[in-house]
């Protein structure tokens, strides 16, 4: 993990990052459905009761960005930080 802490990598599993202009890194730990997103600007979200398909399919994505948008944004709990 090249930007975060020891303590994220055990909080949330590895980092995993991907190419997009929107969005830098993502985690995700199944034993709270709760992932992880960093986004480019620098914002730490964490989303809550997301199946682990759905972060999955996001890691996986075409777009990061779109399927964002598409997909989590809106749909599940948050709160700004890690």
């Known amino acids: 993990m090249q930007n975060g802490s ?3 990598v055990d909080r949330w599993g590895s ?4 190419e997009s202009e929107a969005i830098d890194e993502i985690a995700y730990d199944p034993d709270r459905s ?3 997103v960093r986004f480019a600007h620098g914002g730490w979200y964490s989303y ?3 199946p682990a398909e759905v972060y999955e399919n996001f890691i996986v994505a075409e777009s990061h960005g779109r399927f964002f948008h598409e ?4 749909r599940y709990p948050y ?3 890690r």
């Not at 980092?15 to 991907?18: D, H, N, S, Y």
């Not at 997909?71 to 809106?74: E, F, G, M, T, V």
């Open 6 to 8: 020891a303590q994220d």
């Open 71 to 74: 997909h989590i944004r809106d």
């Open 48 to 50: 809550f009761a997301v």
């Open 34 to 36: 709760a992932m992880f």
């Open 15 to 18: 980092m995993v990052q991907v």
């Open 79 to 81: 709160r700004r930080g």
